[in-house]
Nanobody, 115 residues
Framework: QVRLVESGGGLVQPGGSLRLTCAAS????????MGWYRQAPGNQREVVAT???????NYADSVKGRFTISRDNAKNTVYLQMDSLKPEDTAVYYC?????????WGQGTQVTVSS
């Protein structure tokens, strides 16, 4: 059984920063590719960043150079550091394995970028 709990969202002004945290339960975390996804109103859910068990990363073009994904396998946790936030980053952010497994979706955490 895997459970993923996201936290760290909030309201931030354009240009600001937030750090999202995904706490995972389950023994498969350490061997799993993990990803951060987001869904804005009216849009499909999209992958934002992924990280392999060994720390290899990949980013969507829209966030490259602004977001940083990391993980702490000892703590079963994945992070998303978001800098230079833009209004178009406003969305509900989720973590999941990559490729995503339907049964692992959590409640997500809302990020709103607005002045």
């Amino acid at each position: 059984q895997v459970r993923l709990v996201e936290s760290g969202g909030g309201l931030v002004q354009p240009g600001g920063s937030l750090r999202l945290t995904c706490a995972a339960s389950g023994s498969l975390f350490r061997v799993s590719v993990m990803g951060w996804y987001r869904q804005a109103p009216g849009n499909q859910r999209e992958v934002v960043a992924t990280i392999t068990s060994g720390g290899g990363t990949n980013y969507a073009d829209s966030v490259k150079g602004r977001f940083t994904i990391s993980r702490d396998n000892a703590k079963n946790t994945v992070y998303l550091q978001m800098d230079s936030l833009k209004p178009e980053d406003t969305a509900v952010y989720y973590c999941n394995v990559r490729p995503a497994f339907q049964g692992y979706w959590g409640q997500g955490t809302q990020v709103t970028v607005s002045s």
